[in-house]
């Protein structure tokens, strides 16, 4: 099919979806979704059997039926969100539904483990394949490619082999940060499923996981502003933060310490305990917070933990220490421009940091983190 022509016929079919019953933002979603079918069928080589006769008929069933399907499993994410309250309450899980059981199913043997988390993450977390895409930086094209073979290599096999816990945590990992930025509140049913999978087996890094996220989740009602304006952490009013998930987090990360089989989400929630233990933001352990990281890179070779590493080593050795480390990373890096300005400002240069901060915004992809760094440049400019 023709790529262009099709997406001239955008409007028009988001037009359709809207009258028969979709909000527009949701309508736009499913065109694009349909779009991306398009290439996929394209790539795969799955339509010279049958030519499209009626390119915009095509689209817009297509569309139609991606617009079912996330509206499926948004009441599907809901009705499960109805099973917790907003803020997971400590302790043992009183019930268990099989919603686990789903992730293990969809992280098969069969699959590499990217292809089940993605999987994972569309058919039961219920994130979209943008926002699956953008967590594993890499196009929504080529995530739904993914996805797409991940669907078709399930279709032939028997569910009698469930995946691996490793798999199963990286996307109950990915389902709590997308919930916790806010741009899907999954974050309370992440916790709620890892306390169940804590209490069906022992594994330190199930522990470590459960820790990272009480963790996170405790600063969760100072990381905003009344006016839903992103606070930074060293600016957050600590207390706001719940201490009582604090002190379970901490209790859960050092039984699993002590094991002595260490793993990232263990280094993770090391690097959160010790920003929870801080009284205050200049009070911070920063020097113990890179060796940490240390550990997190060795572990792991993250492109994100190297950059994240950068900022604290900026923090423990001083701005310009800070700036060479994030000088060895590849600056197309998510959020490598707003570390670069950030370390910018603490090293004195104004003018360079407010440059970077307003580069920053304009490829920043979340709302609250664009105005963020706007402000962010604003005042630098207005200090002159």
Not at 16 to 30: H, I, K, N, S, Y
Not at 318 to 329: F, M, N, T, V
Not at 336 to 355: F, I, M, P, S
């Amino acid at each position: 099919m023709d790529e262009s022509l099709l997406r001239s016929l955008t409007p028009s079919v988001i037009g359709v979806l809207v009258r028969r019953g979709a909000d527009f933002p949701a309508a736009e979603d499913a065109v694009q979704e349909a779009l991306v079918e398009a290439v996929l069928r394209k790539d795969d080589g799955e339509g010279g059997a049958e030519p499209v006769r009626d390119p915009r008929g095509w689209l817009t069933t297509v569309a139609w039926r991606k617009f079912l399907d996330a509206a499926r499993a948004d009441t599907a994410r809901r009705r499960r969100q109805d099973l917790v309250h907003e803020e997971p309450a400590p302790g043992p899980v009183p019930s268990v539904d099989d919603t686990l059981q789903l992730y293990f199913l969809c992280a098969h043997p069969s699959l590499t483990p990217s292809s089940a988390v993605a999987l994972t993450l569309r058919a039961v977390g219920g994130l979209t394949t943008r926002q699956i895409a953008r967590a594993y930086l890499v196009p929504e094209a080529t995530m739904a490619q993914r996805i797409s073979r991940a669907k078709r290599t399930l279709s032939g096999v028997r569910f009698d082999r469930p995946g691996d816990v490793s798999t199963v945590l990286r996307v109950l990992y990915l389902v709590f940060n997308e919930g916790y930025s806010g741009d899907v509140d999954l974050a309370a049913e992440a916790i709620r499923l890892t306390r169940q999978l804590a209490a069906a087996i022992d594994h330190p890094e199930v522990a470590g996981l459960l820790a990272l996220m009480l963790l996170h989740h405790a600063r969760r009602a100072a990381r905003t502003a009344p006016d839903g304006a992103l606070v930074a952490l060293a600016e957050q009013d600590r207390a706001r933060w719940d201490t009582a998930l604090i002190a379970e987090g901490v209790m859960i990360l050092q039984a699993a310490l002590a094991r002595d089989r260490l793993g990232e989400y263990q280094a993770q929630a090391a690097i959160a305990a010790l920003h929870a233990d801080a009284p205050s933001a200049g009070e911070t352990d920063w020097v113990q917070i890179v060796e940490w990281y240390d550990e997190l890179v060795r572990l792991t070779d993250s492109p994100v933990a190297r950059l994240n590493r950068a900022v604290a080593v900026g923090e423990a050795d001083g701005p310009r220490a800070g700036l060479k480390a994030l000088a060895e990373l590849d600056g197309s890096l998510p959020r490598y421009t707003a570390v670069a300005a950030y370390l910018q400002e603490r090293d004195g240069d104004r003018v360079t940091a407010a440059r970077l901060y307003a580069e920053a915004a304009r490829n920043a992809t979340d709302l609250a983190e664009r105005d963020y760094l706007t402000r962010r440049a604003a005042r630098l400019n207005a200090l002159g």
